[in-house]
């Protein structure tokens, strides 16, 4: 088993602060698994902090001219630190198990 720290720096963005940030969030497990050897089975969030948070606001209107909204999107620039243990399955040593099938179970697809 392997330890190792990470520190990510991600960004999210979504129609909602809410939905920015679990954007970012969702990510970690994705930037962590590129980063990391072997299969890691824990991922520990040490600290969160906000990079940046930007709110893009602009106006549109039907056909240039009619209904005028007001429409948002919402950014946000995260880093975290992460501690993740990890196993290297290139290290481990499995026990061979062969079977062998009669002639019948094979023309079956039996056990």
Do not use: Y
Not at 6 to 20: F, I, V, Y
Not at 40 to 59: G, I, K, N, Q
Not at 84 to 90: G, H, K, N, P, R
């Amino acid at each position: 088993m392997n330890q190792t720290r990470h520190t990510l720096r991600l960004t999210g963005s979504g129609p909602t602060k809410e939905k920015a940030f679990a954007t970012a969030i969702g990510q970690v497990q994705s930037a962590v698994g590129k980063r990391t050897d072997g299969v890691s089975f824990r991922v520990e969030p040490l600290d969160l902090e906000v990079v940046s948070a930007v709110e893009h606001r602009w106006t549109e209107r039907f056909l240039g001219l009619l209904f005028p909204r007001t429409r948002r999107r919402f950014e946000i620039t995260l880093r975290i630190d992460v501690q993740v243990a990890s196993l290297d399955l290139d290290t481990l040593d499995f026990a061979l198990r062969e079977e062998r099938l009669s002639p019948l179970q094979h023309a079956l697809h039996m056990r």
